[in-house]
């Protein structure tokens, strides 16, 4: 009887987690540990470093305990992370900075500076990672001229899961998933970019040594080992990106598979088989392996918006759930289906937190549009949900210049929850969509990217075995008839609103306090 167990862990942007499978990927232990985002002011998201190294120990820790396994029952630890930290550390590996979190607009006016004065669409061409604030090439740059005092005294720049093999292993070690999406990495040649260290400021010494996803170490500092209650010997898989691993952990690996993912943000992504980028500057290209790339969209509009609906537009709605002992979430989206597909004429851009893709404008501010006499409170419910998907599906448009219409699309995050979203987003998008029967799926993808680094399985098609679906929807033509309509409007409203952004994104750092 096979005992070796796997154990993922994900590092993400309010939490860490460790989940112990099986390798039939039955879940035999899981433990998460949530840390703060600091937010002084609207620009700042910075987490300190040390705490997420302690959330990582414990979660393995107890994760482990909680599986009841031997040390010499567990295989491999393998890492998911979230892109784009940057942490200035000195010569002794001590932070200069906090952790400098892919939500930080500190960077906007830099990346503005490298699109349009520095050749950035260029460096996007070579590097796969849009021109943005979120981006390290313009973090970087931009602690370089606002913090020159940190930037000099700063041996590297590294990201958090890079901080944390550092204090396990001694070693500063960046996977291509990660490093691709640092706007610094050639994924043609692997290696970093010349031009954009240029534009940053740096040397190639100041940043980590790139390896593969699958590259692994052993002999882990005995007293993080001894704390974790594991081996030295275990071997601790660098594994990958959050977002890739999370295409792996759903099965959205092969060619005209698209992933769509809503959680408090949301991205669509597919797997090519080499780098692909786009002209436009659109859409991003991050590695799995050196055979898989993961190209796509993220929007920081997602389940956010429908909060800000919750919290702000419907406190009667919210104090009834309550008393009925029922989720709040499902009374809004009663009242949102009693609307019909269209919200009668209500369009919503949902750029409450700026966007990504496909505008890639920090200053983006939302609106409603259209909005008449005959538009009551649940028009605009419905009107919110509709625009997140709109939103994405015009992230989709831009993907499929590249790769035609997808032949399947795979759903998850928290919307998968609302059947009303779910068939909304097969309607806009007119396409059938699956939900599969994902658990922690960027842990799991972690799990067998780890596999695949020893050499236990050969590809990834035990993937099918691991992941079902849940539910199926659809699309019902006379609403998608309506949609199609819809979206025209809103892509030309969005666009034609560029200067008016950055114009009423000024005037809110002028009065808004």
């Known amino acids: 009887m096979d005992q070796r167990h ?6 993400g942007t309010t939490s860490t987690k460790a989940v112990l499978f099986k390798k039939d990927g039955t879940v035999v232990g899981m433990h998460h540990v949530e840390y703060s985002l600091y937010s002084p002011s609207p620009t700042v998201a910075e987490q300190n470093p040390d705490e997420i190294l302690a959330a990582v120990v414990e979660t393995i820790k107890v994760a482990v305990q909680k599986g009841g396994i031997k040390s010499a029952d567990l295989a491999l630890v393998s890492f998911s992370s979230a892109m784009h930290s940057v942490i200035a550390v ?17 960077a906007t006016e830099w990346a503005e500076k490298i699109k349009n004065e520095m050749n950035g669409l260029a460096i996007y061409m070579r590097t796969g990672t849009p021109i943005h604030p979120m981006s390290p090439l313009a973090k970087i740059a931009w602690l370089r001229t606002e913090h020159p005092d940190v930037f000099t005294r700063a041996s590297k720049f590294v990201g958090i899961k890079e901080y944390i093999f550092h204090k396990f292993f001694g070693q500063y070690v960046v996977d291509h998933s990660i490093a691709s999406a640092m706007g610094m990495f050639n994924l043609k040649n692997l290696t970093w970019d010349e031009e954009a260290l240029r534009v940053a400021g740096i040397s190639r010494e100041q940043l980590s040594e790139p390896v593969s996803t699958t590259f692994y170490l052993k002999g882990i500092e005995e007293d993080y080992a001894n ?33 769509i993912t809503i959680g408090t943000s949301g991205a669509i992504r597919t797997v090519t088989d080499k780098p692909v980028t786009d002209h436009k500057g659109r859409i991003f290209c991050y590695a799995l ?14 389940g956010m918006t429908f909060r800000w609906v919750r919290d702000e537009l419907a406190s009667a709605e919210v104090e009834t759930a309550k008393r009925l002992g029922i989720d709040p979430y499902e009374v809004l989206t009663k009242i949102a289906s009693r609307v019909s597909p269209g919200s009668d004429g209500l369009i919503f851009l949902p750029y409450l937190a700026g966007e990504r893709a496909p505008l890639w404008n920090a200053n983006a501010r ?8 005959h538009h009551k409170r649940e ?44 068939q909304m987003m097969a309607d806009i998008f007119n396409q059938k969509v ?63 609103l560029e200067n008016e952004y950055g114009e009423i994104a000024d005037f809110q750092k002028k009065w808004v306090k």
């Open 6 to 11: 796997y154990l993922g862990v994900d590092i």
């Open 90 to 106: 000195d010569e002794c590996g001590k932070p200069l900075t906090g952790c400098i979190t892919w939500a930080d607009s500190r």
């Open 227 to 259: 704390e974790m209650g594991i081996s030295t010997e275990i071997p601790f898989v660098v594994g990958a990106s959050d977002g890739v691993l999370s295409n792996l952990g759903v099965n959205a690996i092969d060619p005209g598979v698209v992933a």
């Open 289 to 302: 392996t050196e055979k898989h790339w993961v190209i796509g969209g993220p929007v920081n509009n997602g």
């Open 366 to 373: 939302g609106s409603f549009f259209g909005l008449g006499l």
């Open 379 to 422: 028009h605009m419910i419905r009107a919110v949900l509709e625009g997140v998907i709109l939103n994405l599906y015009t992230v989709l448009l831009a993907l499929q210049e590249m790769i035609g219409v997808p032949k399947k699309i795979q759903a998850t995050g928290g919307f998968a929850r609302s059947e009303l979203w779910r």
């Open 434 to 496: 699956v939900v599969p029967e994902s658990f922690e799926s960027s842990c799991l993808g972690a799990v067998v990217l780890g596999m695949y680094a020893l050499g236990e399985i050969e590809d990834f098609s035990i993937m099918s075995e691991l992941v079902g679906s849940t539910h199926e929807h659809e699309p019902l033509e006379e609403n998608s008839e309506i949609y199609q309509d819809l979206v025209n409007i809103y892509i030309r409203v969005s666009r034609s």
